[in-house]
């Protein structure tokens, strides 16, 4: 019976010993997947830190990349509109006269006056005294006016010439005299077409004048009456208002009398 005992004894201390071995046996193969994990985790962790780091970098460059090309495209759009403003803006044209002394002044005065033959002598000892393309032009006007106050062909002919010849040295002493292509234009638009006269070619003048600036109300009544010729009831009556905005003359064509 003891004997027994003992058997059973020594089976129950194997059971309890078996059983604190596989139950140390296994805490130990529990803890080691726990070391061996804990590197590999933190590994991928930082991997994951870093990855994601640089994707802000990436992110962040990608955007600063973005915000300095739409700067740059509102600089240049700014700019292109600046330039595209300035474009549009006209520029203010000088206001400009046509060159006139004292002399040809008082001489106008006669002509006004109906003394145009006391005008003429006038001019020409004047253009003779010292020649210059504006003295010559205004002697050719006077022949102009001459021409207008006679009906005798003979004379009309020889004051055409005349004219013709001032308008040459006119020319011929300033090729861009203003006063001399203002002048060719009245004479243009008065002679008849048959004896040389154009219109068109003394609008070409006239608008020569305009575009350098000079602003007169003989000018302005001359671009009227081209237009006038034309049938350009228009554009007429804007340069017969822009004669009379200057010095408020009646708004009548001459032509009409």
């Given at each position: 019976m003891k004997r027994y005992f003992m058997l059973i004894a020594s089976i129950v201390v194997i059971v309890i010993v078996g059983s604190l071995l596989g139950y140390f046996y296994y805490q130990k193969n529990l803890s080691l997947p726990e070391r061996n994990v804990e590197?590999?985790?933190?590994?991928?962790?930082?991997?994951?830190?870093?990855?994601?780091?640089?994707?802000?970098?990436?992110?962040?460059?990608?955007?600063?990349?973005?915000?300095?090309?739409?700067?740059?495209?509102?600089?240049?759009?700014?700019?292109?509109?600046?330039?595209?403003?300035q474009r549009e803006v006209p520029e203010e044209k000088e206001v400009r006269h046509f060159i006139m002394d004292d002399v040809t002044k008082e001489a106008f005065q006669l002509i006004e006056e109906e003394n145009i033959d006391e005008a003429i002598e006038m001019l020409e000892a004047h253009a003779n005294e010292e020649q210059s393309a504006d003295r010559y032009a205004w002697l050719a006007a006077a022949y102009g006016k001459k021409i207008d106050s006679t009906d005798n062909v003979a004379k009309i002919m020889g004051l055409n010439s005349k004219m013709s010849n001032a308008l040459?040295?006119?020319?011929?002493?300033?090729?861009?005299?203003?006063?001399?292509?203002?002048?060719?234009?009245?004479?243009?638009?008065?002679?008849?077409?048959?004896?040389?006269?154009?219109?068109?070619?003394?609008?070409?003048?006239?608008?020569?004048?305009?575009?350098?600036?000079?602003?007169?109300?003989?000018l302005f009544l001359a671009v009227a009456d081209a237009y006038a010729k034309l049938g350009d009831t228009v554009?007429?009556?804007?340069?017969?208002?822009?004669?009379?905005?200057?010095?408020?003359?009646?708004?009548?064509?001459?032509?009409?009398?």
């Open positions: 590197p590999v985790s933190k590994e991928i962790t930082e991997h994951d830190e870093a990855s994601d780091q640089s994707n802000n970098e990436n992110t962040a460059t990608e955007d600063q990349e973005a915000i300095n090309q739409t700067e740059e495209q509102t600089t240049d759009n700014t700019e292109d509109e600046t330039e595209e403003a040459n040295k006119a020319f011929e002493i300033d090729p861009d005299s203003l006063e001399a292509t203002f002048v060719r234009g009245n004479k243009l638009l008065n002679t008849p077409s048959f004896f040389g006269g154009d219109t068109n070619k003394a609008l070409s003048d006239f608008q020569t004048c305009l575009d350098q600036g000079i602003a007169s109300e003989e554009k007429e009556d804007e340069y017969r208002q822009k004669a009379a905005d200057l010095s408020n003359v009646s708004l009548r064509s001459p032509m009409a009398n």
